[in-house]
């Protein structure tokens, strides 16, 4: 994204409602680079507030580099340039995916650390409430521009086999198979989650954005836990996509997940 991120939304839920509209317009595509906004007072009666809140909203949206507002001429949609698109995932088959991501795009390695599992990390991977872990907080970039924000948390008998520097430079999954951990399977929920303060910085977005939340739990062929993901995405970066196909007949059609060769995404 160009240009610095501002550390907040605009103050007031009513300029809020109008940078998130629009936002969501910009990064979606419904308004293209060059396009040029409405002026205030249209948009001030569009939304039905003043102009002094349209105001604060477009001071917000140039902060994130969103638009350029210039004197006499209105205010244009910026010039994202690779930031448009952004990487599509399908759900049906995420993980190996998400595996070829993490060769092809850069992580910055923002903290590395051992301690005590949290009550929900150790709860969810089956884990001794007093569990060694390793926990390592990454930022995922394409073309230098951040897309996710992730944390893993694994047992320190595994992840003493690998390096702070190994974990910069190689994918999880390539260091948990190279110490020797045959993993089997997995489970993963998404929802939705808001940026906090740390967060933003790190992805270059406004605190209080929209973010996916991706959980994962990974486990070996014994089905002891050896990973615990909470990863964060830009939805102007990522977005995940599943195909369905309709199957079934009479009032029992519906719509199923299409999985296979038809289903397969490319990024």
Request: charged share 20%; net charge negative.
């Amino acid at each position: 994204m160009n240009g610095a991120a501002p550390s907040r939304l605009p103050e007031g839920a009513k300029a809020q409602r109008v940078y998130l509209s629009l936002r969501d317009q910009i990064t979606g595509g419904a308004l293209a680079s060059g396009d040029s906004l409405p002026g205030e007072q249209r948009l001030a009666e569009s939304f039905g507030v003043s102009r002094v809140t349209v105001r604060r909203a477009l001071d917000a949206l140039a902060g994130t580099g969103l638009i350029d507002r210039r004197a006499g001429s209105g205010t244009v949609v910026r010039d994202r340039g690779g930031a448009e698109m952004p990487v599509a995932m399908n759900l049906a088959t995420l993980m190996p995916q998400l595996v070829e991501m993490g060769h092809s795009t850069t992580a910055r390695l923002l903290a590395f650390s051992y301690g005590t599992a949290p009550e929900f990390v150790a709860r969810s991977m089956e884990l001794e409430a007093d569990a060694d872990i390793q926990i390592a907080i990454r930022v995922r970039s394409a073309d230098d521009t951040p897309f996710s924000h992730l944390t893993t948390y694994v047992p320190a008998n595994i992840a003493r086999n690998y390096s702070e520097d190994d974990l910069a430079n190689h994918p999880l999954f390539t260091l948990l198979e190279r110490s020797g951990v045959e993993i089997a399977h997995a489970h993963q929920s998404v929802t939705a989650t808001l940026a906090g303060p740390e967060v933003a910085e790190a992805l270059n977005v406004a605190v209080g954005t929209a973010l996916l939340s991706l959980k994962r739990v990974v486990r070996d062929v014994d089905g002891k836990g050896v990973e615990y993901l909470s990863a964060l995405y830009r939805p102007d970066m990522f977005r995940l996509e599943m195909p369905l196909t309709r199957v079934g007949t009479g009032a029992g059609r519906h719509w199923e997940p299409a999985i296979g060769k038809d289903g397969e995404a490319s990024e």
